[in-house]
């Protein structure tokens, strides 16, 4: 994993193709990989959770009348996974019902068997931005989360003011210690915390759930 | 008035003075249908019916819910035997009757609803999924392949296999229509002598309150000579119901909205069912196409109902067609023979 927050995962994105039907599978591989996209095929929801998801950009093509798990269970069961990992619905009956429950529960697109392939490897290609997105954002989470897990329980106290504008004559009157020292444990939380600015630490505390 | 009449009319808002002990129920009447009271009408016209002589005792059953709660009433209204004349009148709460029969109606709906969607409609559905899984792989092949057939590698190998799966999945898609025809077939029909007519009296049970609710009239015009039918019960009463439910949704923006279904006996040995609707018909050069199209003009249907109900009157060794009305509307003929008769 990179040290610098700003990039996102790189190399080209893979899909995952979840469907019981073997020539469906095939020709849907098929036709992404003429486009030079990476496919995996999978012929049950089980089969794809036992998959340790890659950190790639990836997107999962899931037809919805799935054998065993429907693929709105597996929708549900990836739950937090799911965030760098966007869904796109294939069905043979797109009821009205549960394409709103698919939506609702984060599908990226929902698309109706058989489909256009500009329009399925449309929707490819917004998952897959959206897939990069999330990782990058996760990737990022990951890395402010182990800056914070380096600091002393003093500068996370320091950092705790800090991030609601308390001034060092402030935040020493709260923690009842000398203003000079805790402009020293300011400076090694500053650091640690690769801050060029009490902005830049706003805008990381609230990246991780920290700001109050 | 009796206690009971007294909480009730208070608990609906009647002021005592209009509705209680000395009110004149005459004028409560037309003052209710005066303000709009879709009952009141009626009991008006039963209370005068009994007043002035033309009746000995009305009878009527009218809805009268409060806010909180749905009730109904039976109201009987009798001469007041006394020289000085009047009327008397008792009301009999029905509520939990009426519930009794809502429901019973409820069931029926419901089982109306289930024959419908479990038989042929889920089957219609599952070939629909059957044959859609071929297609959907035959689109994705063709599409890739002239995808590389575009590309400068030419990946021949691969554009080879992808022809070949489509070749493949059509077989497949043609397998499941196959499979189709095979299900109706002779071998797969149970024979039972049975009444066609009871065939027809049970459908119009079940689909009795929703041709009511659709201002939809019924006449059946049921010979009673028939010869019995041997075949299969349920196959049957899935044809004649899916027919006679196309009948009436032809009809569902109509004014005019008469089904009529008959019953002829044919000689030698077989006999006749008829089912005339007055909706929108189809066009003379359709006739014959709406028996075998798997698309339909209704939004939502499959229209594999009649293309299925074919292939179960040709089971049985009848024919189903149809004919244009004079007038408007459609006849849908079905013809099946009655061996030993």
Request: net charge negative; hydrophobic share 40%.
């Amino acid at each position: 994993m990179s040290r610098n927050l700003n990039r996102a995962p790189t190399g080209a994105g893979v899909v995952y193709v979840v469907d019981d039907d073997e020539s469906v599978r095939r020709a849907m591989a098929r036709l992404i990989r003429s486009t030079g996209l990476d496919v995996e095929t999978f012929p049950s929801a089980g089969a794809f959770m036992q998959r340790k998801v890659l950190d790639r950009p990836a997107c999962l093509l899931l037809d919805v009348r799935l054998a065993g798990s429907s693929g709105l269970d597996l929708q549900s069961d990836l739950g937090e996974a799911q965030r760098g990992l966007p869904i796109i619905f294939i069905t043979g009956f797109g009821d009205v019902p549960m394409s709103v429950r698919a939506m609702k529960g984060g599908a990226v697109d929902f698309l109706e068997k058989p489909c256009n392939d500009q329009e399925l490897l449309d929707a490819i290609q917004r998952a897959l931005a959206r897939s990069r997105e999330g990782q990058a954002e996760t990737a990022e989470r990951q890395e402010i989360q182990r800056r914070v897990d380096s600091l002393t329980p003093r500068e996370r106290e320091v950092f705790a003011l800090v991030v609601t504008g308390m001034l060092n004559k402030q935040i020493a009157g709260e923690l009842g210690a000398a203003e000079k020292t805790i402009k020293v444990h300011r400076g090694r939380m500053m650091k640690k915390m690769r801050a060029e600015s009490v902005a830049a630490l706003v805008g990381m505390a609230q990246k991780v759930g920290l700001r109050p | 008035m009796n206690e009971a009449w007294n909480r009730f009319a208070q608990e609906n808002g009647g002021d005592p003075v209009i509705v209680g002990v000395g009110a004149n129920y005459l004028e409560v009447c037309r003052r209710a249908a005066a303000s709009g009271d879709p009952e009141a009408p009626k009991a008006l016209e039963a209370l005068e019916s009994v007043l002035e002589g033309r009746t000995q005792r009305a009878l009527l059953e009218y809805a009268c819910h409060s806010p909180s709660r749905v009730r109904w009433f039976a109201m009987t209204v009798e001469p007041f035997k006394r020289p000085e004349g009047g009327l008397v009148i008792s009301h009999l709460d029905i509520t939990r009757r009426r519930r009794a029969e809502d429901e019973l109606e409820h069931e029926r709906e419901e089982l109306t609803h289930a024959l419908r969607v479990t038989t042929l409609g889920e089957l219609a559905a599952s070939l629909a999924h059957e044959i859609n899984q071929p297609l959907a792989a035959i689109v994705s092949n063709a599409h890739a392949t002239r995808r590389l057939m575009e590309s400068a590698t030419l990946d021949r190998g691969e554009i080879l296999l992808g022809l070949h799966d489509i070749a493949d999945d059509a077989k497949r898609a043609s397998e499941v229509v196959k499979h189709l025809r095979a299900l109706f077939r002779k071998e797969h029909v149970d024979q039972q002598p049975l009444d066609i007519n009871d065939v027809i009296r049970e459908i119009t049970r079940l689909l009795g309150k929703d041709l009511e609710r659709k201002r939809i009239w019924l006449r059946l015009r049921l010979a009673d000579d028939l010869p019995r039918v041997l075949g299969d019960v349920v196959q049957l009463q899935q044809v004649i119901l899916n027919v006679v439910v196309n009948a009436c949704e032809a009809m569902a923006d109509d004014d005019l909205r008469d089904v009529s279904i008959e019953t002829t006996r044919l000689d030698p040995g077989a006999l006749e069912i008829t089912v005339e609707d007055t909706g929108r018909g189809v066009e003379e050069s359709e006739l014959e196409r709406i028996f075998d199209r798997f698309i339909t003009s209704k939004a939502g249907g499959l229209g594999m109902g009649l293309s299925i109900g074919r292939s179960i009157i040709q089971a049985h060794g009848g024919r189903i067609w149809a004919t244009r009305n004079k007038d408007r509307g459609l006849t849908m003929h079905i013809e099946i023979p009655c061996p030993g008769t």
